[in-house]
């Protein structure tokens, strides 16, 4: 069941990615293409499979965040990557919203990394 749930989680994690690349990248074009339906539905279809299964993982793997900081680490930063997300598209300024899209980008790779590391330093374990 936990192979089935992770792979459908890292799927939805591949199409949620390459759906705010994409649509980030028409922004910064400045095309209309960022607003086509696509990209304004799909996000939160494929957004609520990826959290509902990160929750079922976390629920069949007995993961907790008040006794895995690794896990409560990457909670914060996914609500600082949704935060991000939502300004990067709502804000009037194309330069803050093109800032906002590459903050988000990052905090998105903070976040595989700490999954994959099970550390709650993620990518900045290796400086510290």
Known sequence: MDVILK????TALAIS???????GYLMMR????????VFLIAPHIVNLLLIGTGIALAVVMHFNPASQPW???????????????ILTFKHPVLKIRKI???SALIVFAFIV??????NPLGFFAAIF
């Open 100 to 102: 906002l899209w590459l």
């Open 7 to 10: 792979h459908i989680h890292l």
């Open 17 to 23: 990615f390459f759906l705010f690349f994409i649509r």
């Open 113 to 118: 990394s700490i999954a994959q590391s099970k």
């Open 30 to 37: 400045e095309s209309n293409a960022s607003k086509h339906r």
């Open 71 to 85: 896990l409560a680490v990457k909670l914060v930063a996914l609500a600082l990557y949704i935060a991000l997300g």
